[in-house]
Each structure stands twice: as C-alpha cells, then as structure tokens.
C-alpha cells in the first residue's frame, strides 16, 4: 500500500496518462455509436435505448462475479488483457461495414462483449488506485483523473463530430480504438509493485459465492455507503433516460448536424473539467456530502435547460447552443460529484474488498440503465422525447433530495483505513 506524502505519488502520472488517452478514444466511440445507429442504421430512440442496454448488460450478468475475481488477482495484468480485447472489438465495426455485413444486432453484440471488457478493467483500474495513491490524497487523485476525463469529453465529441463528418461513423471506430492500445502501453510499463495474491490453498477455503455476499453485505449492511448506493442507482435511472433521448433529440428533433452535435456535447466536458477542478475548494467548504447534493441539483438544472432547446428549434444556432449549455451544467455536476463520491467510497472499504464494493455499486448501477434503457426509448417514441427530458429532471430531483433527506450532507471521507475482511 501507498505510505508516501507526496501529490502525485510515483506511478500516478503514468496511469493517469493512459486513462486520460483512453477516455478519449471512449469518448469518441459513445459519439459514433449513438451516430452510427441513428443515421447509419436508421434507428430512434428505441434502438438507442437498446444500445445503452446492450452496453451496460455485462454489468448486470456478471458484475458480482468479476468484482470477486479481480479481488483474488493482481490488477495491472487484468487492466493490460482488457484494454487488447476492447481495441480488438471496436475494430470488429468497420471490418463489418467493409464486408457489408453491419448491422444493428452485430453491433448490440459487439457493445455487450465491449461492455464486458469494459466491466472487468474498471473493476481492476479503480481498485488499483488505492495501490497508487495514500488514502489522504484519494479525493485529489481522482479529481485529477476527473479532470482528464473531462478534457477527454470535450475534445473527444468535437473530434468525433468531424471524423464522423470526414470518414463517416464506422471507420471513426479506428481512430477510437487507439485509445486502448496507449492505456496498455502505459499500464503495462508502470514500475509500481502490487503485493501477490493470496496462496491458492487458502482461496481454495472461500467460495465465490461467498465473496460476493460478502461483497453486496459489505455495501449495503456493513459499510455505511447504503445511502449513497441507493440515491445513485436513482441518479442512474435519470440519467439512463437522458442518454437514451439526448441523440435523437439533437439530430431528429432539434435537425443538428453531428458536428453541432458533437461540439454540443463536448459542452458537457468542459463543465466537467470546471467542475472537477473546483471539487476540492466546493468539498472544503461544503463538505463531501454537500458537494455530491450540490452536484444533483446541478443536474437538474442542465436537462431542463437541455429541454429548452426544444422551444428555439426554429433557430439552429440557438437551439445549439442551449443544448451545449445545459451538457454544461449537467457536465460539471459529475465533474463536481465523482471525485468526492469515489474517495468516500474507497475511504470506508478495505483493499481487499475494493474491487467487489466498485463492481458491487457499478452491477446494480448498470442494472438500472439496462431495465430503464429500453423502457425510456419506447416511452420516448410514443410521448415524445421533450416530456422524456422532463421525467430525466424530476428524477435527478429526487436524487438530490433524498439524499438531503437522509443527512447525507454530514458524510466526510473517513481518516483512518478499516479492518481487512478476509482476515475475519
């Protein structure tokens, strides 16, 4: 474990790089996939909500086992196997579309394996940040990793928009995918030691069954986090609902271009590059609790902006604009939130339940994305997608309330490491 007192410790920068560089080619790839099946594919708002399901199904069906697994492993080797086999996946696109054999099916397929992957290296890289980074640095280091996170959703859209413009959507996967390859460069070659797995003789003694139930138990029973799981599993509903709407509305209700589009929602990562590196001085004087409250109201205020955009519809440039804001505002609520929800998770968790506690959260998070997904996209072709941004808003609402409610503005980040669990 991590014992310096220095910001950042050895190794960071490294990693930080390597997420920074795959965050955006990911951003690219969310931008061609919702384009490529709107236009490509002739899709609406019900096929884009399959798609977010596609995405996020791995999550639902696997995630407790896999957060059981990493746990058992080093994490590095995992995160170096995972980013290959995504690089590979997103490849898979544009060699379809040369052979003529792109569709929609083929790439719900090609998302849910990509999902997959994608599950088993967040498992493996949040976990491996708390083998970087000394406790009292947590908050810090992933506002830094939020920071190039939002660098990543600004440039990443803009780019997107015109690749997509001068290559076209399936050919666009190319240049994303090389995003992976410098993440696994740079994981691969960190210098940073991580202590061996436990002995087999002793893993054989513990089922997978039961770390995963010590996993949920950890969550929901043991650690006080309950709170905060259950107002985010809402806010993950209500944002299921917006990234289900968000393209349709752009390019079929409002008739932007994908690069309008593109430069709209980079919006978004600018307010969350604005809201990651103010997260430190809002915390201080806010509190950790505060911020996150701080945060979902936000939210709120972003999507109905956003819906604005639906009155100036006669006025591209405005309507645009209004969009970009309201990705702004929405932008900089999770630029503000995740620093200071992930150090206070991470803070109540021990290292040897980190990566079940990451997958714990994420599995039932993504389990709400995967039932409201579809569910949003049918209700958005038969009432509309304006009235959809508006049940996105009241539910972002509730988030933020309930979690005033609960008193969850007193949370702090805990000082003192606790027990290991696998001692017990």
């Known amino acids: 474990m991590p014992t310096t007192t220095t910001f950042p410790p050895p190794g960071f920068r490294r990693f930080w790089t390597g997420e920074a560089i795959t965050g955006l080619g990911a951003a690219i790839t969310g931008l061609a996939l919702q384009t490529l099946v709107v236009l490509d594919l002739d899709g609406g708002a019900t096929e884009t909500g399959l798609l977010s399901s596609a995405r996020w ?3 639902l069906a696997f995630g407790l086992l896999v957060g059981a697994l990493v746990d058992r492993v080093r994490r590095r080797p995992v995160m170096v196997v995972t980013d290959l086999i995504r690089l590979l996946l997103l490849l898979a696109i544009p060699a379809a579309w040369a052979a003529g054999a792109l569709s929609l099916p083929l790439v719900l397929g090609v998302v849910a394996c990509y999902g997959l992957a994608s599950l088993a290296n967040d498992a493996a890289s949040q976990s491996f940040v708390t083998r970087l980074v000394p406790r009292q640095h947590l908050q810090p280091a992933h506002a830094r990793l939020d920071g190039a996170a939002a660098v990543a959703e600004t440039g990443g859209p803009a780019l997107g928009g015109v690749l997509i413009r001068l290559l076209g959507a399936p050919l666009t996967f190319v240049v994303s995918a090389f995003g992976h390859a410098a993440s696994m460069i740079a994981v691969a070659t960190l210098a940073t030691e991580e202590p061996p797995p436990a002995p087999r003789r002793e893993k054989a003694l513990r089922s997978l069954g039961r770390d995963i139930a010590v996993g949920v138990q950890w969550v929901y029973r043991e650690s006080g986090l309950r709170v905060l799981a259950l107002a985010t599993h809402l806010w993950f509903a209500a944002n299921a609902v917006l ?17 309008a589009f593109g430069l709209a929602a980079a919006a978004a990562g600018v307010g969350a590059l604005v809201g990651a590196t103010t ?16 945060s979902h109201s936000v939210s709120v205020a972003g999507v109905l902006v956003i819906a604005s955009a639906l009155l100036l ?23 503000l939130s995740n620093s200071h929800e992930m150090a206070y998770r991470q803070s109540l968790t021990p290292d040897d339940l980190q990566a079940r506690t990451n997958t714990t959260m994420r599995s039932f998070n993504r389990a709400v994305v995967v039932v409201v997904s579809p569910v949003a996209g049918l209700l958005a072709d038969r009432v509309g997608l304006g009235p959809m941004l508006l049940v996105s808003a009241v539910l972002f609402l ?27």
């Open 279 to 294: 997260s430190g001085r809002i915390g201080i004087r806010v509190g950790t609790g505060g911020a996150i409250i701080v």
């Open 313 to 335: 519809a006669a006025n591209p440039l405005a309507a645009a604009v209004a969009l970009g804001v309201g990705q702004a505002l929405h932008g900089f609520a999770m630029g």
């Open 398 to 424: 509730i988030t933020a309330v309930s979690l005033l409610a609960a008193g969850f503005r007193h949370a702090r980040v805990a000082e003192e490491p606790p027990p290991s669990k696998e001692s017990d």
């Open 57 to 59: 199904l791995p999550y």
């Open 243 to 259: 990234g289900v709407v968000l393209a349709p509305f752009a390019l079929r209700e409002l008739g932007l271009s994908t690069v």
